[in-house]
């Protein structure tokens, strides 16, 4: 989904709290944050404003609770609000479609995908059309969204090095603020794919860190920056390397 039909679905969303709120259904973004399951209102927030694909689980509560129709929202198609006989076709086919996927099977990010992915993570058809693998033996595929990365550069040797690949899970922006410190992620940016571990400086300020400091000093960065996170799982070596220098004694 390109950006403009990001900013589109936002700008619906947007005429439909409006609604709600002026006809008093809706008290504010929060209680429909708490209505779809959200801690805090930020991602409603983000929906409207086009920087965050809109979740099956408020077009749920959307529906169940205004009887709004998410085809209006996703696709500019009939009326704000629905008839309770009228099927919501497009929400339907997702939910479908995402059923019928196999969750074992985890897209894999490669080096020469990662400029590519960092320009349309966001976009269900392009995570759709990368190779996938499967989650490794005693990894629950359920309830959370996997990713593998192959890692690049030198930064974080001798714990890892280019080549390797890592499995992870994604941590939702509701939650960055309980990010553990010290821990292995791997931050997404506007222009990079990085694994590092993670000091919160600030609410608002991480402090990266790389294994091989003396080459790669720590650097701040501003979460405002950040596009996606993902918490380090398992790792899967490229090849075996020595752990001593061994010496012939037979």
Not at 98 to 113: G, L, Q, T, W, Y
Not at 183 to 188: A, D, E, Q, S, W
Not at 197 to 216: D, M, P
Request: with cysteine; aromatic share 10%.
């Amino acid at each position: 989904m390109s950006q403009s039909e990001e900013n589109s679905i936002g700008e619906r969303l947007l005429e439909v709290l409006a609604v709600l709120k002026r006809n008093r259904k809706l008290k504010n973004d929060m209680d429909l944050a708490e209505l779809a399951g959200y801690r805090t209102a930020s991602a409603i927030t983000e929906m409207k404003k086009g920087r965050m694909e809109v979740s099956e689980k408020l077009l749920d509560a959307l529906q169940k609770n205004f009887a709004v129709n998410p085809d209006y929202i996703l696709l500019g198609e009939g009326s704000i609000f629905s008839n309770e006989e009228q099927p919501a076709s497009f929400i339907e086919a997702r939910r479908n479609a995402s059923v019928n996927k196999d969750p074992s099977m985890v897209p894999f990010v490669p080096i020469k995908a990662q400029a590519g992915y960092i320009r349309a993570y966001d976009q269900t058809v392009f995570v759709d059309t990368m190779e996938k693998y499967a989650l490794p033996p005693g990894v629950n595929p359920h309830g959370a969204v996997w990713r593998y990365w192959e890692i690049e550069g030198e930064s974080m040797e001798p714990a890892f090095y280019k080549g390797d690949i890592i499995l992870t899970s994604q941590v939702h922006q509701m939650d960055w603020e309980n990010l553990r410190n010290f821990y292995l992620y791997v931050i997404v940016t506007e222009d990079k794919v990085m694994l590092k571990r993670v000091f919160c400086k600030t609410a608002f300020e991480w402090v990266l860190i790389s294994e091989n400091e003396e080459q790669f000093p720590q650097q701040l960065i501003t979460i405002d920056k950040v596009k996606e996170v993902w918490v380090f799982r398992r790792s899967i070596l490229s090849n075996a390397k020595p752990t001593k220098v061994f010496e012939i004694k037979v």
